[in-house]
Every structure is written in C-alpha cells, then in structure tokens.
C-alpha cells in the first residue's frame, strides 16, 4: 500500500508549474491514499477553497482525506474567525475530522486549529485516543492526520508543535498508533519518536510534508511530498521524500528511510539514504 502525503499547498500562493509537476506525478506513483495535512489556502478566501477542490478533484481517484490548518480559518474577518471559523472549510471539504480507510489502513483525520490563536494548534488527549481507538479497531496500521506536529525537525520551529505534543503523542502511543502525518513548518521530516518521545508505550513512525505547491517554501526545503511505502503485512515501512526540482521541473525522490515494526512499535531500520548525494 502506498500513501501520497501532502501538505500546505496553500492555494493562493501556489506555483503553476509546481502544481502541474505534482498532477503529473501522482498518477504514475499511483498510491492507494493521498492525505492533505492542511493549510490548504493561504488565506481562507472562497476562491482558494474552489481552487483546492479542484486540485485535489484532479488526482488519482482514491480515498483522500484532508484536514485544515491555520491558515484555513479566517484571519482578518475577526467575527467569522470567532463564530464560524471553519465555514469556509466546510462549504468545499466538509467536516473537519473525517476517517478514511484503505486496505488495511484506518486513517483519522484532527482538527487541531484554535480560533482563538493564530498559528498554534492543540488537541485534547482524551479525544484523540478514542477517536483512534474507534477508527483503527481491526485495521493493521492506524494513521493519524493533524495540521501542526509533534515534533519538528529544526530547532528553531519547535514552538510550532502541537501546544500538548507530550500528552497528545502519549494518547496516540495508547490507541497504538502507527504513523502521524503532519506539516505546518514547511520543512520535512521522517523519524521515529524513540529520540523525541523516549517514554513512550509503544512507538510510531513521523511524516512532517514541506508545502507541496506554495511559493512559501524556506531555505533548503524546495517544495516536496512524502511517499509511504507499507509492505503487505504492515510489518516494514518505506519513507521517501520527493523534492520538486526547478531545473528538471518535476518531482525527484530525495531522501529514502526504512522502519520496522517490533514488539514496542517502530524502529528506523536503517540509516538514511540520501539519494540526491548518490
Ligand atoms: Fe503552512
Ligand atoms: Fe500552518
């Protein structure tokens, strides 16, 4: 099974070509999920929603699931922001927290905005662990999806994480959750939580996606996506990183890490393989 992870296109910033690259992609990667870790538009206008529907009408025709982020809640127009502030969101995707599954994947979606902050999120740890432990009952990998992360890999971006990542991270290691897709930083990560979240039961695989098609990208993270390979017994996960590269104008694989699964969860099964050295 594979899964297309997407994050912060940002439609109203996106790059013609950079869109038209990743169209052009997905459906020779044919993954069996594409995932859009949120801030989907830039600024929460209609027309970016429009203009995100119609992308994500483009792709492959596989259960998608999306969640919003920051940028998809109204930030100037304070009394929608305050009352209605996912009303944009929902007019073109629909509820907030949806689940999807594929095979053996069970996928949750969370809303992790706050209305009342402008670009922190949070989630309650009671909420996640049931709504994990529902959605993944039988399946053989559970993924959970949540705009802002629980890890990041810079530093200096640790600020951006989730405000409970502790708690949250706990409760999803409780539900035995396998992945957790995020964004939020543009800028990538794959890891696993053994450094981060040493204490935990049982540990899972981390996909942090740059901005897919955004002009927003920073230095030395080009806009990217990441694909999760899963073997047919959910025992082996393959994690590559593919960066859009400008000269070629299309999409190359990057960086390549393998996990397994043990009996506490996950472990990187190797060291990473940077393909863009090779
Ligand atoms: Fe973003
Ligand atoms: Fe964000």
Same mark, same amino acid.
């Given at each position: 099974?594979?899964?297309?992870?997407?994050?912060?296109?940002?439609?109203?910033?996106?790059?013609?070509?950079?869109?038209?690259?990743?169209?052009?992609?997905?459906?020779?990667?044919?993954?069996?999920?594409?995932?859009?870790?949120?801030?989907?538009?830039?600024?929460? *206008?209609?027309?970016?929603?429009?203009? #995100? %529907?119609?992308?994500? @009408?483009? /792709?492959?025709?596989?259960?998608?699931? +999306? =969640?919003?982020?920051?940028?998809?809640?109204?930030?100037?127009?304070?009394?929608?922001?305050?009352?209605?502030?996912?009303?944009?969101?929902?007019?073109?995707?629909?509820?907030?927290?949806?689940?999807?599954?594929?095979?053996?994947?069970?996928?949750?979606?969370?809303?992790?905005?706050?209305?009342?902050?402008?670009?922190?999120?949070?989630?309650?740890?009671?909420?996640?662990?049931?709504?994990?432990?529902?959605?993944?009952?039988?399946?053989?990998?559970?993924?959970?999806?949540?705009?802002?992360?629980?890890?990041?890999?810079?530093?200096?971006? *640790?600020?951006?994480?989730?405000?409970? #990542? %502790?708690?949250?991270? @706990?409760? /999803?290691?409780?539900?035995?959750?396998? +992945? =957790?897709?995020?964004?939020?930083?543009?800028?990538?990560?794959?890891?696993?939580?053994?450094?981060?979240?040493?204490?935990?039961?049982?540990?899972?695989?981390?996909?942090?996606?740059?901005?897919?098609?955004?002009?927003?990208?920073?230095?030395?993270?080009?806009?990217?996506?990441?694909?999760?390979?899963?073997?047919?017994?959910?025992?082996?996960?393959?994690?590559?990183?593919?960066?859009?590269?400008?000269?070629?104008?299309?999409?190359?694989?990057?960086?390549?890490?393998?996990?397994?699964?043990?009996?506490?969860?996950?472990?990187?099964?190797?060291?990473?393989?940077?393909?863009?050295?090779?």
């Amino acid at each position: 099974m594979r899964i297309a992870h997407l994050s912060d296109p940002h439609f109203g910033t996106e790059v013609p070509e950079v869109v038209a690259a990743l169209q052009a992609a997905l459906p020779v990667l044919r993954p069996d999920a594409i995932v859009v870790s949120g801030d989907i538009t830039q600024r929460a *206008r209609p027309a970016e929603f429009d203009a #995100a %529907a119609r992308f994500v @009408d483009s /792709l492959p025709p596989v259960p998608k699931l +999306l =969640v919003p982020g920051n940028h998809d809640l109204p930030l100037f127009n304070l009394p929608l922001r305050l009352l209605l502030p996912d009303q944009g969101y929902r007019r073109v995707f629909g509820a907030p927290e949806q689940e999807r599954h594929a095979g053996p994947l069970s996928f949750a979606g969370f809303d992790a905005t706050l209305r009342w902050r402008h670009t922190r999120g949070d989630l309650q740890a009671a909420h996640v662990q049931s709504r994990m432990a529902a959605v993944g009952g039988g399946a053989a990998l559970r993924i959970a999806v949540m705009h802002q992360p629980l890890h990041t890999a810079l530093e200096e971006d *640790r600020d951006e994480c989730l405000l409970s #990542a %502790a708690a949250i991270a @706990d409760a /999803l290691a409780g539900a035995d959750t396998d +992945l =957790v897709l995020s964004g939020h930083v543009h800028m990538p990560l794959l890891a696993d939580t053994r450094s981060v979240f040493p204490r935990l039961r049982r540990h899972f695989v981390l996909s942090g996606a740059g901005t897919a098609v955004s002009h927003r990208i920073r230095s030395g993270a080009p806009n990217s996506f990441n694909l999760l390979d899963i073997d047919e017994n959910c025992l082996r996960i393959t994690a590559s990183l593919h960066a859009f590269d400008a000269a070629a104008g299309r999409f190359m694989p990057a960086t390549v890490r393998h996990y397994q699964r043990d009996a506490d969860g996950w472990r990187a099964a190797s060291p990473a393989e940077n393909l863009s050295q090779l």
